[in-house]
């Protein structure tokens, strides 16, 4: 069983920054593949971020490339996201997820667990 804590979110001006944080325990952090996903009021979860457990490979949706990055410290147990340039369209609440082994999906139901999210709003 893996536990995921995310926190770090909150409101921001557009243009404006936020760094999340997912903290993990229950396994060992290293083994598992990472990803970051975002649900806006009245839409579908979908895809932000991922990080490959080893490799340190990425993914980005291409909404959020060149303003956001995903990182990782295994010592910490701690996965993050880094988002600069903010829009309202970013507005959300944010889940990261976790899977085992070392490729990187962008699909939700490759992840093996997530946790209770946190909220971003950006106001314009």
């Known amino acids: 069983q893996v536990q995921l804590v995310e926190s770090g979110g909150g409101l921001v001006q557009a243009g404006g920054s936020l760094r999340l944080s997912c903290a993990a325990s229950g396994r060992t952090f290293s083994n598992y593949a990472m990803g970051w996903f975002r649900q806006a009021p009245g839409k579908e979860r979908e895809f932000v971020a991922a990080i490959s457990s080893i490799a340190y490979s990425t993914k980005y949706a291409d909404s959020v490339k060149g303003r956001i990055t995903i990182s990782r410290d295994n010592a910490k147990n701690t996965l993050y996201l880094q988002m600069n340039s903010q829009k309202p369209e970013d507005t959300g609440v944010y889940y990261c997820?976790?899977?085992?082994?070392?490729?990187?999906?962008?699909?939700?139901?490759?992840?093996?667990?997530w946790g209770q999210g946190t909220q971003v709003t950006v106001s314009s």
């Open positions: 997820a976790v899977r085992a082994g070392s490729r990187v999906p962008t699909s939700m139901s490759e992840y093996n667990y």
